[in-house]
């Protein structure tokens, strides 16, 4: 499956811009990135926005701005098809002149019909070539009707094209199966097939990766080839991607816009190593790779024939892997602009940067997504804490001796003087024991009132964090909610 090496390896990565780039797109684009920085090879990026009809404002700049957010530099473009209009022109008049292609003056009304039809009689719809076959006089009279033809491609009723798919392996579709296919529409725009072989060709591309979905597509690029007379290049359909429920991967699978992993505070790092899973392996176990490591070892070999399965699990671990790989500087460079996003708006900004970095480091332990992070950590920023007062009650412990214990945990903390993790360890262990207390009852109780919560990182480093007397007031902020709770309770 090497490449042959006389010819430079130049792939290309062709996105039509009708909406925002999501997994499958990026996947695509990652595979022909990968395959040409394994190979010393052009990765050349051309737009393909023949279909004026579908195109979504900004779906280009998107692309473009997810391709960068990965690091999947291009070497050249980007091309934009409707800049190119006259290379398909005159690909479509030397077919005409050539016999492999004729004018279509069909109406779409018509063309409607004759679709609903084969439909009703359960027929693939097809053209019925009715234009194909219109005698010199008919032509004659149509050219001067002032309909705008179509041109459509003379497919072959007989024989069969063959192709050899770097993953598949030699496939064969039946012309007859096929039909007379649009080359260029009435609006002057070619269609997909006729640009997407013109460019290939013009731009000397050697390799097609491609999705699976338009494996249909290449025996009309094939006879498209075989009409022009031009060396088709080397195809490798790549395999779908499906949700975990075997269907096709869509938005009730979570994000799918690849802009919107990035806003969820998953690292470019992490998509790719998670993306290039979805389809291609080093071996049965290799999990996390570094780009150097797949540029190196990258191959067509171990791109699997049968679909993907995304699993959004496993994307979070890989993310959490590479957020844990990340230097404590470079977790808090990347959480600041997440933290500042997402913090409630009372959280004084801009956020004091060196609290921040006490903050983090805890956090970074936990967190599977930058988006997390305030979530994780919001507690370390906010004055007034919101919890439900029962969570101070949860622990199997009894209201008024939960006030007790909160009242006594108060006294001796107020006395501290050096506030730091150990010192905190060194008085609030034993105090367990004075009290009778499991250290999971005590320090559960204690953490509720310091966090608001009944999961959080670990106690003392909290509360070192945080400082003596943001620890002290939630000490009595608890108490005070206790006291009302008894006071309520009696009534
Ligand atoms: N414009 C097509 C797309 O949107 C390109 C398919 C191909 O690579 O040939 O995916």
Redesign the pocket.
Known sequence: MQPELETPVRVRF???PTGYPHLG?IR?ALFNWLFARHWGGKFILRI?DTDVTRKVEGATETILDSLRWLGLNWDEGPYFQSQRLHLYHEAADKLLKKDHAYLCYCSPERLDIMRREQMKRKQPPKYDRRCRYLSQQEKKQLETSGITPVVRFKTPFEGETTFHDLIHGSLTFKNNTLDDFILLKSDGYPT?HLA?VVDDHSMTISH?L??DE?LSSTPRHMLLYQALNWQPPQFAHLPMILGPDRAKLSKRHGATNIADYQKQGYLPEAMINFLVLLGWSLDDRTELLSQEELIKHFSLERVSKTAAIFNKDKLEWVNGVYLRKLSPEEFVQQAMPFLDRDLPPSVKRPLDSGYTHQVMPPIQERAKTLAEVSQLSDFFFLDELQYDTQLLLSKSIEPTQATQIIQVALQRLEAVKLWNTTSLEDILRPLAAELNLSTGKFFGLLRVAITGRTAAPPLFQTMAVLGKERCLKRLSEALQRLCSFNQNSKT
């Open positions: 062709a996105p039509s797109n695509t393909e997909y997407n097609i491609r999705a338009w």
